[in-house]
């Protein structure tokens, strides 16, 4: 079986992933009609969903290092065309809720699996080309999910995504279980080794550490303000400013192409700027964001521009400050990257999710509070940036500048 084979069958199922998160987005307000529900009640169903995915990461790591690769992933997908089926047949808000969360489970196995098949399959300079793959795609996914489901919405109706994804699904499961070969050969001596005491005190003692817990406050803070403008976009939008679901669908456009274009800038400076100064350009940018957003909201200027404009600037931040806060913190745990990345990642998706379930019950479904959220957001980042990651390197500096002198 081919290595590239396999490389497109992990980017097959990262597709579902992202399609799970926002294929459904353009179909908010319409769901919110037919369930006779808040738009809280809408936005809960996706936050929900995204704190299963995080949860689920600590069962689906471990379980594709002692078990394969192959089973987690059939496995995992098996539970997310059931969380399909239960959102399809939904008559109420509690059965989606359920559905939702059962595809949030399923589909945590493709954020398990999505960085360790092709650590399995490539080495070196193919392994970074493989992984730039991944991260074009988890870019350019968003906004062709966003984009069809528009279409879906406008044509079929909000079932229809449903429906979509559980072929999506299906098809996935189909070649994964027809052609994908079982890429851990190192499954066996795994569970052989496999001690949850020794797994739990390197968790802790990767806890403790200070600039691990501010890079992935940044993480997951600019992530919440993501997936709020996410869930608030489609009731501004349509409901405010008058726009249809495809309309809606193709401005994701500007904003995921903010994402994208904020990580090839990254790249770019990389080999002449330090981690440290990127992420700053990229908190930056995100400031000049919400202020021009909230400068909008106070002189009333309420048009599809200053919401997208803005939203698009805080994602060129964001598409910044992501590789080098993940850049970062792999940087000082070398030896324990799986666990690190478990970790990272399991507490960057229910941090996020948390905060804004906790905002949901604010019902904020305008402009105005969703602007001023936004700029809490950049301030409690760039607060967490300089207290837990650059202050303490200004002081170990300063500490060893004074030592040197004697």
């Not at 579902?16 to 353009?26: A, G, R, Y």
């Not at 496995?75 to 065309?81: A, C, S, T």
């Not at 090839?264 to 964001?289: F, P, T």
């Not at 745990?333 to 906790?358: C, D, E, H, K, R």
């Amino acid at each position: 079986m081919s290595k590239y084979w396999v490389l497109a069958l992990t980017i097959l199922l990262l597709m579902v992933m992202q399609f799970s998160s926002d294929l459904s987005l353009p179909s908010f307000p319409a769901m919110q009609a037919d369930l006779g529900v808040s738009a809280s009640d809408i936005q809960l169903t996706t936050l929900y969903s995204i704190i299963c995915f995080g949860v689920s990461l600590f069962i689906w790591g471990p379980c594709s290092d002692c078990f394969g690769r192959r089973p987690v992933a059939l496995v995992g997908l098996l539970v997310f065309i059931a969380g399909c089926g239960f959102c399809i047949r939904s008559t109420n808000w509690l059965a989606l809720m359920l559905g939702r969360c059962l595809q949030g489970v399923g589909i945590g196995s493709a954020g398990a699996l999505s960085p360790a098949i092709p650590k399995d399959v490539f080495s070196g300079k193919k392994l970074v080309r493989a992984f730039a793959l991944l991260s074009m795609s988890m870019g350019l996914f968003p906004i062709i999910a966003q984009i069809s489901g528009g279409y879906l919405q406008a044509t079929f109706g909000w079932r229809s995504s449903f429906f979509f994804l559980a072929g999506l699904g299906v098809l996935v499961f189909i070649l994964f279980w027809r052609t994908f070969p079982e890429t851990n050969t190192y499954a066996t001596e795994a569970r052989k080794q496999f001690n949850i005491k020794t797994m739990l005190k390197q968790s802790a003692a990767v806890l403790k550490d200070l600039p691990f817990g501010g890079y992935v406050l940044c993480l997951t803070l600019v992530y919440a303000g993501e997936i709020a403008y996410s869930i608030v976009a489609p009731f501004i939008i349509q409901n405010q400013l008058g726009l249809n679901p495809i309309q809606h669908g193709w401005l994701s456009f500007f904003t995921g192409g903010g994402l994208l274009v904020g990580a090839g800038v990254s790249a770019k400076l990389s080999d002449k700027v330090n981690i440290h100064h990127l992420i700053s350009m990229g908190i930056g940018l995100m400031l000049i964001s919400v202020v021009s957003m909230v400068s909008f909201v106070q002189l009333e200027y309420y048009f599809v521009q200053t919401v997208v404009g803005p939203m698009t600037i805080y994602m060129i931040g964001a598409g910044m400050l992501y590789p080098n806060c993940i850049a970062g913190i792999m940087d000082r745990f070398p030896q324990q990257s799986g666990i690190v990345g478990a970790l990272m990642s399991a507490l960057q998706m229910i941090g996020a999710g948390l905060f804004n379930t906790a905002v949901t019950f604010y019902h904020i479904d305008q402009q105005k509070p969703l602007s001023f959220l936004l700029c809490a957001i950049v301030c409690l980042t760039f607060l967490s940036f300089y207290a837990a990651i650059l202050r303490p390197r200004i002081v170990f500096a300063k500490a060893q500048a004074y030592q040197s002198s004697f």
